[in-house]
């Protein structure tokens, strides 16, 4: 009979314990939503904190994080101001991943010395044995695991953090987690070392995570430059916490409002303590003690302004018509600094009017602090642009899709949409003077082959021209290739063949890019498979291209340089020409003049690029007197011939444009069905502050 060797006690102690401790990673914790997690489990503590000890979320806060929790909701973006409890919550969301969910994570912060003040401040205080988060120091590896720990990489029994500094373009490599967590996103660089911007560099480290979340929150910063801008744009919803008034029950967010609302904050001026909030509904007010009864914020409904779901004190979605529903797949959140109870109402006022002196000084620095840091919105750079008004105003009376006298040759510009085509004519002459002579909207779907047909045939049309003889046609096209890449290339390969000087292009925003940019070969052909031969696809440069317009639409007087307008053109297309404004801003550590959006639309800005580029691809810009001539002589001779244009069905002119611009809020919804006019379209307005935003 085999005696099995006696174990000592306190081995076999230790043995029980590893066993235990294995054994844990196998059992399974009731499902808990984070909202309730952190009310069980997470504690305050780290330099951040003014207060120790168990962690009780304000109501606006619950939602939050029930929102970072919900596997459904892929991406979250929070534009917030300061003072709401931001930094907490994603440190609580990262305890709640190590602890209860056991995923893996990584967070961005803009610096190596970004995300080193975060891990002492806020990571190594939840880490700590004796004064941490029990359930996260529960989870953290013994013996030899503990050694691989260090400030960027904290590993656990189940599950890894990591711990990383943003500007380096290998940050985003060779890790692949479930949850990304972009800190202070709006200070990242707008691209990383020319990879791309942080969003998407973090986002391909989700990839194959069964259930991917990608998380982003900033303070915002310039407008048309700010990373949250573009997140918060681009989610599918949009929520705000709505309270309902006690005066007559009805819902509203605490908005900031402005001296030409009727609702929102109001106070006697130079009075900050008499500041109350008024009610866009009945407007009856409430001051911060009704807000806060006890000291607590009243609850409330995250609302979304997009698709008209609710979350609810039930904490469940629901649809506009109250029934239990999905979230968005990516949410927009905002929030600003009247939600929190650290910050008195009456210094909100103080601090509004003093940036205000300030700023009637010249000083806009203060202005700007408190438009991104308290009312968590973006701050609008004063930039160079031209005033549609002015533009609409020296409008000539010549007929659109005729070829005024000067107007020598003509190059198409053609931006591709979801479900349309925009085409737009330039006639141009000596001096690269030029004249609008078409603006065309093509309805369709541009993933069907045979729908480009309407574009091929517009695209060989002739034009008469003002003083009769020969029409004129098309001499180049520049096709932008950005939205609708695959099916850009696919008719190119076979258009190319049928109309002269077809090019393929893509926009390039870098600096010192030229607007006549080089070409790469793209191979492939209309099935999507590689062959020897393919197309082209040329490089616009369209900063340059932008800086070049905004120049030539300076020139006052006909001549070289100068841009001729229709008046049958209509006051869209003038909006959109000059949608764009050129702003000089701090970009990725030093000064760069940068072009940003003032409105969503631009497509003619971008046609106008286009066909600027079909120009210079033709070598109008090196052409010479004695070219002109010759020029002048072949296609405007003294001869009176004339030729009918082709006669196509396709709205052109001021009639397309009416059309375009009411359909364009539809458009995204309908991206295969071609959007139903229904008059001229309105646009949001200012919100009337009592201060211009620009500086």
């Given at each position: 009979m085999t005696t099995l060797p006696t174990i000592h006690p306190e081995t076999a102690e230790a043995i029980k314990a590893a066993v235990r401790l294995g054994l844990e990673s196998l059992r399974a914790e009731p499902p808990q939503r984070l909202g309730d997690w952190a009310r069980d489990h997470f504690k305050l503590a780290g330099e951040s904190s003014h207060t120790k000890g168990a962690w009780v979320a304000w109501a606006f806060q619950?939602?939050?994080l029930d929102f970072m929790s919900d596997d459904r909701i892929e991406e979250l973006d929070v534009m917030k101001a300061k003072r709401v409890g931001y930094t907490k919550m994603v440190t609580a969301y990262?305890?709640?991943?190590?602890?209860?969910?056991?995923?893996?994570?990584?967070?961005?912060?803009?610096?190596?010395?970004?995300?080193?003040?975060?891990?002492?401040?806020?990571i190594d205080p939840v880490l700590d044995p004796l004064t941490g988060v029990p359930a996260v120091n529960k989870a953290r590896r013994r013996g030899k695991g503990a050694s691989e720990e260090t400030i960027k990489y904290k590993p656990f029994r189940?599950?890894?953090?990591?711990?990383?500094?943003?500007?380096?373009?290998?940050?985003?490599?060779?890790?692949?987690?479930?949850?990304?967590?972009l800190d202070e996103i709006s200070k990242f660089d707008r691209s990383i070392e020319k990879s791309g911007p942080p969003r998407g560099l973090a986002r391909g480290r989700l990839e194959g995570a069964p259930y991917p979340k990608l998380v982003c929150g900033s303070t915002p910063l310039l407008k048309g430059l700010c990373h949250i801008e573009d997140a918060v744009d681009e989610a599918e919803g949009l929520v705000r916490f709505h309270i309902d008034c006690k005066h007559c029950g009805l819902g509203h967010p605490l908005m900031w409002g402005g001296k030409d609302k009727a609702h929102g904050f109001k106070w006697e001026r130079g009075n900050p303590a008499s500041v109350r909030h008024v009610c866009p509904h009945c407007r009856k007010s409430i001051t911060q003690a009704d807000y806060m009864p006890g000291g607590t914020p009243v609850g409330g409904a995250w609302v979304c302004e997009r698709t008209g779901k609710?979350?609810?004190?039930?904490?469940?979605?629901?649809?506009?018509?109250?029934m239990p529903c999905r979230p968005p797949r990516s949410l927009a959140v905002h929030v600003w600094t009247a939600y929190s109870p650290q910050r008195a109402w009456s210094d909100i006022v103080t601090e509004f009017e003093n940036a205000l002196k300030a700023l009637e000084k010249g000083d806009v620095g203060p202005m700007q602090l408190f438009v991104n840091e308290t009312l968590g919105e973006t701050w609008e750079l004063a930039g160079e642009r031209t005033d549609e008004h002015a533009l609409q105003a020296r409008a000539e009376p010549y007929k659109l899709c005729t070829v005024p006298r000067g107007a020598l040759i003509l190059t198409a510009g053609v931006d591709v949409q979801r479900n349309r085509w925009e085409i737009t004519v330039y006639g141009w002459g000596r001096g690269l003077e030029s004249w609008v002579v078409d603006v065309a909207v093509l309805e369709g779907n541009p993933a069907v082959d045979e729908e480009w047909g309407a574009v091929l045939e517009y695209l060989q049309r002739r034009y008469p021209q003002e003083a009769g003889g020969l029409t004129m046609g098309i001499s180049a096209t520049s096709i932008d290739s950005s939205d609708q890449t695959q099916a850009v290339y696919s008719w190119v390969s076979k258009a190319q063949h049928m109309l002269k000087n077809l090019r393929a292009i893509k926009g390039d925003g870098n600096d010192n890019v030229p607007l006549l940019g080089p070409s790469s070969l793209q191979e492939i052909n209309w099935r999507g498979r590689k062959v020897a031969r393919g197309i082209k696809l040329w490089r616009v440069g369209v900063d340059s291209a932008k800086d070049l317009l905004l120049g030539q639409l300076s020139i006052q007087q006909p001549g070289p340089g100068y841009v001729h307008f229709s008046d049958e053109l209509p006051r869209e297309f003038y909006e959109q020409l000059?949608?764009?404004?050129?702003?000089?801003?701090?970009?990725?550590?030093?000064?760069?003049?940068?072009?940003?959006?003032?409105?969503?639309?631009?497509e003619q800005l971008d046609n106008r690029n286009y066909a600027m580029h079909a120009a210079m691809g033709l070598g109008l810009h090196k052409y010479t007197d004695a070219q002109w001539e010759r020029l002048e002589a072949a296609v405007q001779p003294p001869a009176d011939l004339f030729s009918p244009p082709q006669q196509i069905q396709v709205k052109t002119g001021s009639s397309a444009y009416a059309e375009s611009a009411s359909s364009y809020q539809n458009s995204s919804a309908q991206a295969h069905k071609p959007p139903t006019p229904k008059g001229k379209p309105t646009h949001a307005a200012t919100d009337g502050w009592s201060f211009d935003r620009r500086a």
């Open positions: 619950v939602g939050i990262i305890a709640y991943n190590v602890a209860h969910r056991r995923r893996k994570q990584a967070l961005w912060q803009p610096t190596d010395d970004d995300r080193d003040s975060y891990v002492k401040s806020e189940d599950s890894a953090l990591h711990l990383l500094g943003g500007k380096a373009s290998r940050a985003y490599r060779r890790i692949t987690v479930a949850a990304a967590i609710t979350y609810g004190p039930d904490r469940v979605w629901r649809d506009n018509k109250g000059t949608a764009e404004q050129r702003v000089l801003a701090r970009v990725n550590g030093r000064e760069a003049y940068r072009w940003i959006k003032r409105r969503p639309r631009n």
